[in-house]
Structure formats: structure tokens, C-alpha cells
């Protein structure tokens, strides 16, 4: 399973720390992804780590977010700086292969 956390609002330009703690599987042995669903509009893949530790981000928010993981807490991170209004929304994440049921996600909105 998969817990998503640390959403809020934002303000323009700000920054926000999301996290999602692991259970069941190794963070450093699967690749794991982060996920944005905007109000009204389908879930799309923002961030990804792969156990490898590389990294690869969507072009809405590559220079800007920026996912880690601490396998000895078993969380995944995605930090968020440079918020802009369309990075409102629920944030998911998930294992990219072998997803597990989605969890409730976390709600960030950005707004001055």
C-alpha cells in the first residue's frame, strides 16, 4: 500500500513537500510514481524514480519538482517549489509496474 500526504494550499511561487509512505514492497527495489489529477481531468503520471534512482518528470513540472526516497522510511517524497495555479489538484502515488490499488491521494491547491 501506498499513503499519500502533506497537501495544503500554496501560494504562487511557493512550496509544498509531499510524502508517501510505503508498505509491502522495498521503495529502492521498485520504481515508484508520482501522479497529479486536476480538477475535472484525468490522473496523469508527473514523476517517476526508478530503482535505479534515476529520475524522469513530465514536462509540467520538470526544473520545479523534484522526487526522493528514503528507503529506510520507506517514503517517497516529492518536493514541489515554483507552484503554479494548474498544480492544483490530488496527488497520487503509486509503484509504476505493478500498481496497487489507488489510495485517496493528497488534495494541493495553489492559490494566492
Known amino acids: 500500500q501506498l499513503q499519500a500526504s502533506g497537501g495544503g494550499t500554496g501560494q504562487p511561487g511557493g512550496s509544498l513537500r509531499l510524502s508517501c509512505v510505503v508498505s509491502?514492497?522495498?521503495?529502492?527495489?521498485?520504481?515508484t510514481g508520482w501522479y497529479h489529477q486536476p480538477p475535472g481531468k484525468e490522473r496523469e503520471w508527473i514523476a517517476m524514480?526508478?530503482?535505479?534512482?534515476?529520475?524522469w518528470y513530465a514536462d509540467s513540472v520538470k526544473g520545479r519538482f523534484t522526487i526522493s526516497r528514503d528507503s529506510a522510511e520507506k517514503t517517497v517524497y516529492l518536493q514541489m517549489n515554483s507552484l503554479k495555479p494548474d498544480d492544483t489538484g490530488v496527488y497520487y502515488c503509486?509503484?509504476?509496474?505493478?500498481?496497487?490499488?489507488w489510495g485517496q491521494g493528497t488534495l494541493v491547491t495553489v492559490s494566492s
Open positions: 509491502g514492497r522495498s521503495v529502492s527495489m521498485y520504481a
Open positions: 503509486n509503484f509504476v509496474t505493478e500498481p496497487v490499488p
Open positions: 524514480l526508478r530503482n535505479s534512482g534515476n529520475t
